[in-house]
Structure formats: structure tokens, C-alpha cells
């Protein structure tokens, strides 16, 4: 399982440790990744997504998984993302 967000992509990144006496040593920053069901309200179900700890807030802040997915890039989602956002489009286009 890769430790990426499935909404912003957000991943590993590399650094270095740096002592006292400026000693550098790679070391590797892990993003913060939560297990978390997101409920649609178009589709009227929850999915479940591996999602940093701000991608979750950013996705309160859009007004939910709806509004989040409408103004995400599709370069930045995931495939099981790109799926719903599809749904959710197509159910918003059948219902206008």
C-alpha cells in the first residue's frame, strides 16, 4: 500500500537529519494518513479513503466529499477517487 493521500497526492518526501555539529543523515518524511469514510450526498453512500490529516479538513472546508471532488484536478486524484468523481458528476448531470 502506498503511503499517498488518495485526494491531493500528497506523499513521502525526503530530507536529511541534521546534528548539532551538522552532521547530515537522510531521513524520510511520512505524510499523516488516516483511514476515513467520506459520505457522498449526491450518491447517497459512503467511500472509504486513505486521506492526510489536510486533505480531510480541506474537504470540510469545500462542503464535503461532493464539493471537494468537483474542484480537485484529476492529476491528483487517485483511481478509486477518479471513480466516484465520476459518479457524482454524472448523477448531478441526470438530475439537472
Excluded at 493521500?5 to 524520510?28: D, I, M, W
Amino acid at each position: 500500500m502506498a503511503r499517498r493521500c488518495e485526494l491531493t497526492g500528497k506523499a513521502v518526501q525526503a530530507g536529511n537529519n541534521v546534528s548539532h555539529a551538522k552532521n547530515r543523515t537522510r531521513r524520510r518524511f511520512l505524510p499523516n494518513l488516516c483511514d476515513v469514510h467520506l459520505m457522498s450526498d449526491a450518491l447517497g453512500r459512503s467511500f472509504a479513503f486513505r486521506v492526510s490529516a489536510a486533505a480531510l479538513r480541506s474537504v470540510e472546508h469545500r462542503g464535503g466529499l461532493d464539493g471537494f471532488l468537483k474542484k480537485a484536478r484529476d492529476a491528483e486524484l487517485s483511481g478509486k477517487a477518479l471513480k466516484v468523481k465520476k459518479e457524482i458528476t454524472k448523477k448531478s448531470e441526470a438530475a439537472a
